[in-house]
């Protein structure tokens, strides 16, 4: 999970591409996130308000996390929840990773007139991701 911090995601995210890779993103988070992880990312899913788990993050709270550290917690899991490589493939999951960093920096995924991105990627700071 440590070493995750320098993966990159390999689906860059354009202008031309944002769009449709939020849409994506957005259906893949609604099927298999919502329900734990909350529609706002904030950890408030029905699953959560129930009682039926607990401790799940925040993704506000977690600014500093990376794309790979995203990637890898989807794919092999990470504390209660499991791994979701049997259900998602490699793309869908870095679609994924780009849905959830619309959660950490609202700006993200957003470019100006002449195509350049309005925010640097969530994980700028990798010395305290590799600490969660």
């Known amino acids: 999970y440590a070493l995750a911090v320098?993966?990159?995601?390999?689906?860059k995210l354009?202008?031309?591409?944002?769009?449709?890779?939020f849409k994506k993103g957005?259906?893949?988070?609604?099927?298999?996130?919502?329900?734990?992880?909350?529609?706002n990312g904030d950890?408030?899913?029905p699953m959560?308000?129930?009682?039926a788990y607990n401790g799940v993050p925040n993704?506000?709270?977690?600014a500093a996390l990376s794309d790979g550290q995203m990637f890898y917690s989807i794919y092999y899991g990470k504390g209660a929840m499991g791994s979701h490589r049997s259900q998602l493939n490699k793309k869908e999951i870095w679609t994924l990773v780009?849905?959830?960093?619309?959660?950490?920096?609202?700006?993200?995924?957003k470019f100006d007139a002449s195509g350049l991105a309005m925010a640097a990627p969530a994980a700028a700071d990798t010395t305290a991701a590799a600490k969660k």
């Open 6 to 11: 320098a993966d990159m995601n390999p689906m």
């Open 14 to 21: 354009t202008a031309e591409n944002a769009e449709e890779t």
């Open 26 to 39: 957005k259906e893949i988070y609604t099927a298999m996130c919502q329900h734990c992880h909350g529609e």
């Open 43 to 45: 950890g408030k899913g």
């Open 48 to 51: 959560v308000l129930s009682g």
């Open 59 to 62: 993704y506000a709270d977690r």
């Open 98 to 109: 780009h849905y959830v960093n619309r959660f950490q920096d609202p700006n993200y995924g």
